[in-house]
């Protein structure tokens, strides 16, 4: 019995396969046109278009899509708790003032926002620029025919 295409060790891409796995890592800059699917929607296509072609591209298209799923993963994550403790603050500054202690409520009110600029914002630009990054990686990677697995990723396609 053969092994699984996915746990077998892939060697090298061959020549006709090094434009379309390039392809597929550039795929998630469809977010550029279909801001928050692109991202998902680029990877996906590119991954049904290829992966009949071989299990090279098969398993770079698998790559690519299993990434740009745990980064939106990830970004949902911390968009939610983001979100959760914003409207905490909030919540807090309305008590504070209902309750009579006009400093308590400033202060919750401006932790929130604190909490907003601080650390969404900062963590938000990292998510949106790393992963452009092991993009640029991933595609230098195919170019030398070389296949690239992604870090940080949560493999939900195997």
Known sequence: MEPATHLRPLTALAEPDRTPAIIQHLSPLADLLLPTLGGLLGPLVAWLAYRDRGPALDAQGREVLNFRVSVWLYGLIIGVLAFILFSLGLLGGAVGAAAGSDELGALAFLGSFASFFLFF??????????????????????????????????????
């Open 121 to 158: 914002l900062p963590v938000m630009l990292v998510l949106s620029i790393v992963p452009f990054i092991f993009m640029i990686i991933g595609v230098i990677r195919a170019s030398n025919g070389q296949h690239y697995r992604y870090p940080l990723t949560i493999r939900f396609l195997r």
